[in-house]
């Protein structure tokens, strides 16, 4: 494994932006219900629910899993350039002053530091000097990827884990631009991915079979898509036994039961 780099030694090697910075629960995935600090970069490499770019705000889906933070990259429909530009030691400034431990002695930290998007590995820079700061504070690190992208060694250095949703079909994204197997095989050999699928229907269930069977994936999650508690509960009812016959293990989707489809939760 490679050598760790010191926070203070490290140069700031850029900006990222930045649209929310807020303290959560974990929804999803091996950390269900850990208390978490969020970091939600902008910008995506894929298109979740269109076979291209949308170029009007009125564009229809062309699949049935539709990105829920479309506002992290669909300039046809949301104003992108509102969001922050910081530098990584900006927002880890800001992500220690949500810890409620920061300014109440009485509390745990909260030890947990999720990143997430858009695609956070389009700015890897600012996500490894994240990621050392984190674990340099005695913080673990999940990163929400769909990966597509590959980690560097300085990355992997900082200890962090994958939360690695590769996208099926029925996003509607062409498989040439979702599946890339390099990246997939690199990250499973890491030994630090979880391999999360994002289901709509049990359609979905034989292409995650597939790809289990031609990746060699272990740590396979299955997530409901869904912004509102009953599609959620009512896909997790017919998964539920669809994952125990797989030999896989099912999420549900915490923050969307609490809160729906609010931001920043």
Known sequence: MPALTSPASLRESGRAPVADLFYSFQGEGVSFGRRALFVRLMTCNLTCGYAALPRTADTPADGTMVCDTEYTWNAAS????????????DIWDEVLQL?????DATMEPVDLVVITGGEPLLHRGVVTQLAVRAQASGRAVEIETNATIAPDDALLGAGVYFNAGLKLESSAVPRGKRIKP??????????RARWKFVVTSR???QE????QHEFGLT????????????????????????ALAHGWHLTSRAHVLIWG?????
């Open 99 to 103: 810890d409620p431990a920061t300014n």
């Open 203 to 205: 359609a979905d269930v």
């Open 261 to 265: 489809d609010e931001r920043g939760k």
């Open 78 to 89: 949301h104003d992108l350039g509102a969001a922050r530009t910081l530098t990584a030691g």
């Open 182 to 191: 390099n990246v997939i095989a690199q990250l499973q050999a890491s030994g």
């Open 219 to 242: 740590q396979v999650w299955l997530s409901p898509e869904g912004t509102r508690a009953d599609v959620v509960i009512e896909r997790m009812r017919w998964m539920a036994d669809v």
């Open 208 to 211: 995650v079979a597939a790809l």
